[in-house]
């Protein structure tokens, strides 16, 4: 008799492990969402998707800032390179049933319904395909606004992979990912957590207490879409996914990312006369100082590099007093309440630097 091989099955293909470590590049503190992302993606990849069913239907929650919208449009930059490929349904929009309309366009019939463009239609789907890649990403936003109606029209979707329009055409969506997210027991998990450590769950006894803690929270959620969605709605969903509160050091990470970003930014508006930003670590702690709330997560850090970082380069860049290859030291003084903008000139040796790196 033949010696049995072990197999692994935890291990996955080189395509998913490539999706894995760019959502990781991109999305801090949220490791239960990328990996059932990419077991979705490893289980199409495979050919083993459950036929005339959508790739994935996700529903995401937790409190607003924690990065449910985040880990949705890094996964279509992560596939297609395009974070705008994300068919976006604000759910707040669709809170009467007529306003479906707008989604699958009136029936011939009814006045203007040739004007009216359905936002998904097949060809919405499909615009962002790419030669490697044809996976669509539909996103319904705070889907606890919407209507029964739009409800309703999602029990299709997420179970046939099938929508008709209003004019009797087909949608298919079997290639698509689904998401849909919402605020739901936000205030439950909030309760659960000390509200003097911030974003951050209290220090307990050990890690068990700790794992403890979070189930709770988790279930929190689900108990809330639960007593919110009919049984049928919620078995139709492949995962519920609670996005837990983020801590000071994944908060640093997300400063990081961001400053990255508008490095890009800079890259991408002053390509004639380009300059490179260092951040120290003094500007970026003030900067997360600036932007931390214990209520809205991390969407203030976002602005604080708004008002504090961005705003103030545009200054300099308008008033001309940044020139090609300079290097842009930006560093902070305690009690200070703005960051201090420094030149090094000419730094073409450093801006070279990064662009290889880059």
């Not at 492949?238 to 800079?266: H, M, T």
């Not at 008002?307 to 940044?322: E, K, Y």
Request: charged residues 25%; glycine residues 8%; hydrophobic residues 40%.
């Amino acid at each position: 008799m033949p010696r049995l091989t072990l197999l692994d099955p935890t291990r996955t293909g080189m395509q998913a492990e490539d999706l894995e470590s760019r959502l990781r590049r991109l999305v801090i503190g949220q490791d239960e969402a990328i990996h059932q992302i990419v077991r979705a993606y490893q289980t199409y990849l495979a050919g083993l998707a459950p036929v005339g069913r959508p790739i994935g239907n996700f529903l995401f929650l937790g409190p607003t800032g924690s990065g449910k919208t985040r880990v949705v449009e890094a996964t279509a930059e992560s596939l297609v390179n395009d974070p705008r490929s994300v068919i976006k349904i604000d759910c707040a929009e669709f809170q009467h049933s007529h306003e479906i309309a707008k989604l699958i366009g009136s029936p011939p019939g009814y006045l203007g319904h040739r004007e009216t463009q359905p936002l998904l239609s097949q060809e919405a789907l499909n615009q962002h395909h790419t030669e490697k890649v044809k996976i669509s990403f539909v996103l319904f936003d705070e889907i606890e606004k919407a209507s029964d109606a739009l409800w309703n029209l999602l029990l299709g979707i997420l179970d046939k992979a099938t929508l008709t329009l209003g004019d009797n055409r087909k949608v298919d969506f079997s290639a698509a990912m689904i998401f849909l997210t919402g605020k739901l027991g936000a205030t439950e998990m909030s309760s659960l957590l000390n509200p003097r450590l911030g974003f951050h769950v209290a220090p307990l006894e050990d890690t068990g207490n700790s794992a403890k803690l979070r189930a709770r929270i988790s279930g929190a959620g689900i108990a809330a879409a639960r007593r919110k969605f009919t049984p049928e709605f919620i078995n139709r969903l492949d995962k519920v996914v609670v996005f837990k509160s983020l801590g000071a050091e994944e908060l640093r990470r997300i400063v990081n990312i961001e400053l990255e970003i508008v490095q890009q930014r800079i890259r991408a508006a002053a390509a004639s006369k380009p300059f490179l930003i260092d951040v120290t670590d003094t500007a970026r702690e003030f900067l997360l100082t600036e932007g931390t709330d214990v209520r809205y997560g991390a969407r203030p850090l976002k602005r604080a590099i708004e008002r504090m970082l961005v705003h103030p380069l545009s200054n300099l860049m308008a008033s001309g007093q940044i020139h090609r290859g300079d290097c842009i030291r930006v560093s902070h003084e305690e009690g200070s309440v703005a960051l201090i903008f420094g030149r090094e000139p000419e730094a073409v040796k450093a801006w070279g630097v990064a662009t290889r790196a880059a």
